[in-house]
C-alpha cells in the first residue's frame, strides 16, 4: 500500500558538524564545532521558523554531525518538546554514543517519535567498508538497547551507493530481522569529502531495479508517473505487514535543511545556500530565492526533464548540481 507524508514544515536540522565517524560517503567537509550555534542562536532560529509557519506544524529531524556530540542536544529537544508549533521531533544518528544515560534523558521529550540510525550494509564488510570497523556491530546493538529501554520507534536509514545496491533484499530481510519500525532509502549524492567518489553514484539501471525491488518486496504495483517523482522511499513495518510512504520532491514548497550556523538549503544533498535564518526571516528567504523560483518553472529545466510526461516531476536538483554543476540539468538517474 502506498501512502504519503503529513502537512506541515519539514525540516533537517543540523546542530552540528562534529562527528566521531568519517564515513565515506559523507556530504560535509568539516567536522568541527566551529560553526555551530549557542543554545540561545538555536532558539532564535527556531522562532523565525515558528513566526512563518502561519499555522502548520513545524516537523524536525535533528542530527549532526552526529548531534548527540552537543552537551545540550537535551535542552534544545526539551524547549522544541513544549513548544505550540511543534509537531514531531526524531533524531538522525549514527548510534554509537546511546547509552542508557541518554536513553533516560530522551524519555521526557513527548512529542520524539523515533531515532534514525544510519546503516548502510546488510552485512558488516559493506556496512563497515562505508561507514567504520565496528560500526554495524554497534547499530545493532543500539537498536536493541533502545527498543528494550525506550518507547521509540527505530528507523533505519541508508545511503543506496553503487557498493550497497544489491544488497537491498538483505537489508529488508535484516529490518525484519531487528524487528525495526522503518526503513528509510536515499540515493547517493558526491558532495563534501564524497565530492570525488562519483563512481559511487547508482546508475539508472541500478535505481530502477532497487525501485522494482521495493515493490516486490511489498508486493505493490506503482506506474512509473507515481516511482519517478520520488527521491526517496520510507517503508513502513507493522507487524507482518509493511507499507510504502514515497517521498517526492518538495524543494522550496515545505521541506528544507538548516545548517549548523543558521543557513537554510533547499535540501541537505542540494548544497546552494538560500539564506542565513539568524539574519532574515524564512519567508522572505523563501519568496526572494532566484534558485527556487527556476527549479519551479519546468520550462527552465534542461534536456528530457523539461518536456517529461510527470507534470509534478522535476527530477533530482541536488544530483544535477552536484554531478553537472548545473541545477538545471537533467537527472541522469531517470529511466524514461
Known sequence: ????????????????????FRC???????????????????????????????GRKINLNITGGEP????DLYELLRYLDKHQDTGELMLITNASLIDEKALDALGGVKKLKA??????????????AIRRPGAFRTALEKVNLIQERAGLEVIIMLTLMRSNAYEIPAIFNLCRELRVDGLMLERFIPLGQSGA??????????????????????????????ILPCKAFWVKFEGDDARLLTAECNLGDDAFAIMPNGGLLPCRRF????????????????????????????SKLKGKCRNCQIDRCRGC????????????????????
Open 1 to 20: 500500500m502506498k501512502t504519503t507524508a503529513s502537512d506541515g514544515l519539514f525540516f533537517q536540522w543540523h546542530i552540528t558538524d562534529a562527528c566521531n
Open 271 to 298: 548544497d546552494l545556500v538560500l539564506g542565513n535564518l539568524l539574519k532574515d526571516k524564512f519567508t522572505d528567504i523563501v519568496k526572494r530565492s532566484s534558485v527556487l523560483r527556476d527549479i519551479a518553472d519546468k
Open 115 to 128: 531515532i534514525k540510525i544510519s546503516l548502510d550494509g546488510a552485512t558488516e564488510k559493506t556496512n563497515d
Open 24 to 54: 565515506r560517503h559523507c556530504y560535509q567537509h568539516d567536522f568541527t564545532h566551529n560553526s555551530e550555534l549557542a543554545l540561545p542562536e538555536l532558539i532564535k532560529v527556531y522562532e523565525n521558523i515558528a513566526s512563518c509557519a502561519g
Open 317 to 336: 536538483r541536488a544530483m544535477a548540481y552536484a554531478v553537472d554543476k548545473d541545477y538545471l540539468a537533467e537527472d541522469n538517474l531517470c529511466w524514461l
Open 68 to 71: 548527540f556530540l552537543r552537551k
Open 197 to 226: 567518489l562519483k563512481s559511487e553514484v547508482i546508475t539508472k539501471e541500478d535505481w530502477k531495479r532497487t525501485v522494482k525491488d521495493i515493490c516486490e518486496y511489498l508486493e505493490v504495483d506503482l506506474a512509473e508517473s507515481e
